[in-house]
């Protein structure tokens, strides 16, 4: 059966995480009645309610949500029903102590916490199975039930007996044969020949491991392992939803993704899901392009289909050591922005606060008191009224990206678990350095897995393509023979997808593509830096008829510092210090000469200037320069869908995320669709800090 994909809706759905169970009737109806001046009009009920609705394991009782979703129903509210497994309840780890994990250390852990369970125990996967079936059959139908939320923030991992089992299972058929497997391994290397499956064990801190998650002696088990972890977490979602369709053929479903999060292989799951949802808690205030990229990351995990921010703190977080508040005008920034990237929902954690245990001081619309007179409150309210008199206006609109970033799960866990390079470098950040180069010059950028169509593309981006699988070589080939342009980076093409190096020159399957070989690889602690300079080869030496950048550019460049011999590649930047001075750190090969693309490599941690230099060049080749990458915390987001007219009706947001205000000239004539303001082409929009405008063009 095709996906229902996203939610169909008529306005962009607002509300969040309600644990109502938490406090008497009373307060119920102060909740609602608050929802209804701030045009709250979606709940998500029951992540938490395994305990109450199954007392024993011979026992559910529905009365308690019975009674929460039928308030919400009677209060026209559209409904998100969790599976209720995202915690267990104490009788099922007494009663099954396999349903605790086993840790990283070897310890079996007894009952605590939540999104801890074995993903390979047979008791809890038959006990959560038989709780989503029985709430999808009591509560499929119900009025505006708009979604089903299995599970909760999936992740972790565990190394106990059965996930052993489970993981020689996965192996088995992954390899077929131990032979296969010793050599995917590498297995000769300190003598690991396995010959019989059961000898193989998980790598943790007994095993293969020193130091941590990310110090093994055998990569290739480490990484299998991962995607075994994946997968078998994979299978506990895919149990809840079998169960749901059994009762409901057609509400989509989802789980809450994390953005960036390194334990799930989120490409490898998104086709289990309708629509894509997550959950933006940013690390600091200043998170913009980052959560840009999340953003985007989840928006490609459905090939450009619209998202939901399942939560988001309308205030502060808990659990960090220091938790700030969003200043004033920022929740509604970061929601726009949201909205601008492709989210059709905007959800909060939580709608009132938790009475007690860990997050009772956990951000909320509703404060223990209840309030209505709070800022955050008054904030929250804002933003719905905006979001109603938006309506229908965006729904279901597409990014129009003609760039496109490749996200590989497998990368960064190679990458990451890899001895001899720089343990300083982690993927996201090298990932996150070249999106927000391509973010601040204002590209509409699709974040996609390796496998995607690049044909749609003018220019790709493959930051640290560390494994290098599949045909992605020959794609990105094709790309460069079309006339587009590719950009990769240090690490590229070094392993095959068992995490074994290729026999070859470094970067292996894309040497030819981009020209030239890498010899050797020095590293450098943080804020060790080799000057680099960067200046557009000589057109005459080119053999091209490029003007010659008058003004060189000095990038710091850090971390890791590759040997580059270039082999057709022309020299775009050099090194200015070390014994490999003068030496290649950024070049360009014209495969075809003057009449196909470019291909660029940067050897080198290049600083965000030098970043910026390189992604504005190849982003201009193809007039994809926004009209704000000027401004250094303007940013513009696209979204289109098919117009009434036949024609594409476009919608474009302007965001300040900046600390100023700022007067920029309007990019194109349209009407703000948050104050129905006609603005003129070229007219000075003014932004104050936060601002947002939300432009229909004409
Ligand atoms: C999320 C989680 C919620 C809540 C929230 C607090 O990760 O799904 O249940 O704990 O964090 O920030």
Redesign the pocket.
Known sequence: MPSPGVPVTSKILYGG?YNPEQWPRDVWEADYAAFGKAAIDTVTLG?FAWSYLQPDEETYDFDRLDAIVQRAVDGGKRVVLATAT?AMPPWLAHRYPEVCRTDFEGRRHVYGQRHNHCPSSPAFRRLSAALAERIAERYAGTPGLVAWHVG??YGGACYCDLCAAGFRDWLRARYGTLERLNDAWNATFWSHLFTDWEQVVPPNALSEHWRGPDHTAFQGITLDYLRFMSEAMLANYRDEKVAIRRHDPTTPVTT?F?GLFRPIDYHRWAADLDFASW?N?PPGPREHARMALAHDLMRGLKDGQPFWVM?Q?PTI???RDVNPLKRPGVLRLWSWQAVAHGADAVLY??MRQSKGAC?KY?GAVLDHAGRTDTRAFREVAALGAELEALGDAVLGARTPARVALLFDWDSWWAAEITDGFNRHVKYPAVVLGYYRALWQAGAQVDVVPVTADLSRYDVVVAPALHVVKGDVAARLEDVVARGGSVLASFWSGRVDEDDNAFLADVPGPLAPLLGLRVEETDSAAPGVANPVTLRMPDAGGAGGSEQVDPDPVVSDAELVFEVVVPQGAEVVGTYGAEFYAGTPAVTRHRPHGGDGGEAWYVATGLDDTGLAWVVRHLLDRHGLVGPYAAYDDVELAVRERPGADGGVERTTFVLNHGLDAVDVPAHAAGVDLLTGRHVAAGEPLHLEPTDVVVLRED
């Open positions: 995480d992540v995202g909760n923030e809450n994390m959950d808690y939560e703190t977080t808990a659990s954690f939580q997050e956990h």
